[in-house]
């Protein structure tokens, strides 16, 4: 069975730091692209960042870049979301997704999800 | 980045009838040399994360009940579900994933009347 799971998440300052992780299990996770969605309470879905299988290609959201960065530790089944220099409109439900069994690249659907994580920006 | 507008916002559907979700992409997603749509669909519920419902404009996803069927080509799309049941009420979105940033429509919001 898939599973991601999504821990990290909490409270922190603006301008402050935390680093989310998403544990895969049940599939072959190094053959993956995997990507960050997030969503605001309340709000809609907003595409973060995606990761290729090796870790060399990245691609994020501009209000992001610069910011945030993904990585990945395939021997770990882990991928990473280092979310630096934190503002007050980060605030959302942060969750990782894999891309879908019928794709050959990063421009894919997003199979499955994990629960995700709060992040809360606030002083 | 490909802007995507869901219509209408908020719909009400009385059980066992046909409910439809439209979505407006600011460009083209059909890539011409495989001849596919770059647009998903997906459903969420309150307190869950999203459901993968079609994927290439009209693929269901595998487990999805038959109910469910995805239309349309280049900029404008539909789900539609044939016999709304009860436990469809949630928020659907589409997805555009033909370019990064991998937009989503604003979601609609689908009750039962």
């Known amino acids: 069975e898939v599973q991601l799971v999504e821990s990290g998440g909490g409270l922190v300052q603006p301008g402050g730091s935390l680093r989310l992780s998403c544990a895969a299990s049940?599939?072959?996770?190094?053959?993956?692209?995997m990507h960050w969605v997030r969503q605001a309470p309340g709000g809609g879905l907003m595409w973060v960042s995606r990761m290729n299988t090796d870790g060399r290609i990245t691609t994020y959201a501009d209000s992001v870049k610069g910011r945030f960065t993904i990585s990945r530790d395939n021997a770990k089944n882990t991928v990473y979301l280092q979310m630096n220099s934190l503002r007050v409109e980060d605030t959302a439900v942060y969750y990782c997704a894999r891309t879908g069994l019928h794709c050959t690249g990063g421009s894919c659907y997003l199979d499955y999800w994990g629960q995700g994580t709060l992040v809360t920006v606030s002083s | 980045d490909i802007v995507m507008t869901q219509s209408p916002d908020s719909l009400a559907v009385s059980l066992g009838e046909r409910a439809t979700i439209n979505c407006k992409t600011g460009q083209s997603v059909l890539f011409s040399s495989n001849n596919k749509n770059y647009l998903a669909w997906y459903q969420q519920k309150p307190g869950q994360p999203p459901k993968l419902l079609i994927y290439?404009?009209?693929t269901r996803e595998s487990g999805v009940p038959d109910r469910f069927s995805g239309s349309g080509s280049g900029t404008d799309f539909t789900l539609t579900i044939s016999s709304l049941q009860a436990e469809d009420v949630a928020v659907y979105y589409c997805?555009?994933?033909?370019?990064?940033?991998?937009?989503f429509g604003q979601g609609t919001q689908l009750e039962i009347k």
């Open positions: 997805q555009q994933y033909y370019n990064a940033p991998y937009t």
């Open positions: 290439w404009a009209s």
């Open positions: 049940g599939f072959a996770f190094s053959g993956y692209w």
